[in-house]
């Protein structure tokens, strides 16, 4: 079993910043792709930003130049620094993690934290 835990959510005025940190644990061999998506009330959840395990980087296009992703390999996390944050960020923020738990482990299993709430707003 692998457990995802996240935080660092919270409110925050426009044009500020939050960092959310999320945490892998359990029974884990490697990692391949980590990522950010959100949710806003109404909406599906959608991708925010996403990293392999060898770095490269994508980010929706609502959130390029402002948000920045990156994982530790090492210590099985994943960052995200979220910049001139708007209105519009208000959403559950959601990390989750390609995980393979063994070495025989034909294919990557999806694993989602539990989310934390931001909320932009003056």
């Known amino acids: 079993q692998v457990h995802m835990v996240e935080s660092g959510g919270g409110l925050v005025q426009p044009g500020g910043s939050l960092r959310l940190s999320c945490a892998a644990s359990g029974i884990i061999f490697s990692i391949g792709t980590m990522g950010w998506y959100r949710q806003a009330p109404g909406k599906q959840r959608e991708l925010v930003a996403e990293?392999?395990?060898?770095?490269?980087?994508d980010y929706a296009d609502s959130v390029k130049g402002r948000f920045t992703i990156s994982r530790d390999n090492v210590k099985n996390t994943v960052d995200l620094r979220m910049d001139s944050l708007k209105p519009e960020d208000t959403a559950v923020y959601y990390c989750?993690?390609?995980?393979?738990?063994?070495?025989?482990?034909?294919?990557?299993?999806?694993?989602w934290g539990q989310g934390t709430q931001v909320t932009v707003s003056s």
């Open positions: 990293v392999t395990s060898g770095g490269t980087t």
């Open positions: 989750n993690a390609n995980v393979r738990p063994y070495a025989s482990s034909r294919t990557p299993r999806v694993y």
